[in-house]
């Protein structure tokens, strides 16, 4: 009886060491491992930097903006010495949002590059939005926002909000100079 019941344990236990290692690379540590390296431009902007008390918003514009708690957005511009690396940057990302874990929104090819959204989390409580924009003569750029039960509708309100220039986005001028004719 000891026997089985020692057997049935270590069963257990392997099984779930086995379920809780996972080798595939999230965003996070994508990030994380890339924080140091010249080839990338990177931007971490806490929404409180972003004037939620500005007059041009409405309430339900600041409601929308309390949802978000930071906005991570890194670039790959494409040069002469980040060339040989792009595509090699470009499939990792690629593969991290094809996981489970990330749903896709929205998906666009043009002239001018490709453009995916993707989310994680519940469609009425979504943690996790995520811009993957690319073109193959610019480099690649990756946008995070981070927030708490948002609404993917109220992020696309959001999105109005910023073009036309309810928000102030000049924080983040510098990574979007990376899509910019030189």
Do not use: H, W
Request: aromatic share 6%; charged share 25%.
């Amino acid at each position: 009886m000891k026997t089985t019941i020692k057997s049935i344990l270590a069963v257990v236990v392997c099984s779930l060491l086995l379920v809780s290692c996972n080798n595939q690379q999230s965003l996070q540590e994508y990030y994380v491992d890339n924080q140091e390296n010249a080839n990338f431009v990177m931007v971490d902007v806490p929404t409180s930097l972003i004037s939620e008390d500005s007059q041009a918003l409405d309430a339900e514009q600041k409601k929308i903006l309390k949802t978000l708690r930071k906005i991570n957005i890194m670039a790959y511009p494409l040069k002469e010495d980040t060339q040989a690396n792009f595509e090699s940057e470009k499939t990792k990302v690629n593969t991290i949002l094809a996981s489970d874990d990330y749903q896709e929104l929205m998906k666009v090819n043009s002239d001018m590059g490709a453009m995916k959204l993707y989310f994680r989390g519940e469609e009425d409580a979504i943690d996790e939005v995520v811009v993957f924009a690319s073109q193959d003569t610019k480099g690649f750029m990756l946008a995070r926002l981070l927030g708490d039960d948002m609404n993917i509708g109220d992020m696309m309100k959001l999105a109005q909000s910023m073009e036309k220039g309810d928000i102030d986005v000049s924080q983040f001028e510098g990574v979007m100079d990376v899509f910019n004719d030189n």
